[in-house]
T-cell receptor, first 116, second 114 residues
């Protein structure tokens, strides 16, 4: 079975500072991993995904994530935070052990606060 | 292109009442999903459908039912609402339900059961 743990329910950074949101996964098979972002009062939208190609994945809005099998991690980073990055971020893994491999298992979410 | 629409946007419901949350997509995606979002728990899958005419149970299916009569619509029904079903409900779709597919989410329905 697959699972995802996001370390830190709230992260606060200053505008211009590095953003690091942590995600660790557990999977008995090679995982497919995703980061989604949710802006206030909106649905989720995809930031980036890892599907077993390049381990460093670049996404929208300057975000990237690196798949590290040895650490079972898929942390999300951005070199310089913008005020517009304030949102909730979800890490997710595909439930590849089921009949519908597209089923996603989400982490608990991390709220990113960006201070001026 | 609207993508995914959900209705209603929000609803306050008395316990014991029946409620159907509507979801429609115009992307001709085969797979559709219903999630609930609760603080500190992230999103949890309620039911899914790989294609029209088929449905399956997710992580938290109890108290909910779905149908998939056609490609575009995937309504979620609470037969007899209880306060623990107070949540924000998101509908999503993907092209084929594959493990690498991107899921596209609707704007959500905020449901309060009193």
């Amino acid at each position: 079975a697959q699972s995802v743990t996001q370390l830190g329910s709230h992260v606060s950074v200053s505008e211009g500072a590095l953003v690091l949101l942590r995600c660790n996964y557990s999977s008995s098979v090679p995982p497919y991993l995703f980061w989604y972002v949710q802006y206030p009062n909106q649905g989720l939208q995809l930031l980036l995904k890892y599907t077993s190609a390049a381990t460093l994945v670049k996404g929208i809005n300057g975000f990237e994530a690196e798949f590290k099998k040895s650490e079972t991690s898929f942390h999300l980073t951005k070199p310089s935070a913008h005020m517009s990055d304030a949102a909730e971020y979800f890490c997710a893994v595909s439930d590849r052990g089921s009949s519908n491999t597209g089923k996603l298992i989400f982490g608990q979410g991390t709220t990113l606060q960006v201070k001026p | 292109i609207a993508g995914i629409t959900q209705a209603p946007t929000s609803q306050i419901l008395a316990a014991g009442r029946r409620m159907t949350l509507r979801c429609t997509q115009d992307m001709r995606h085969n797979a559709m999903y219903w999630y609930r979002q609760d603080l500190g728990l992230g999103l949890r899958l309620i039911h899914y459908s790989n294609t029209a005419g088929t449905t399956g149970k997710g992580e938290v299916p109890d108290g909910y039912s779905v149908s998939r009569a056609n490609t575009d619509d995937f309504p979620l029904t609470l037969a007899s609402a209880v306060p623990s079903q107070t949540s924000v409900y998101f509908c999503a779709s993907s092209v084929a339900g594959g493990g690498t597919d991107t899921q596209y989410f609707g704007p959500g329905t905020r449901l309060t059961v009193l």
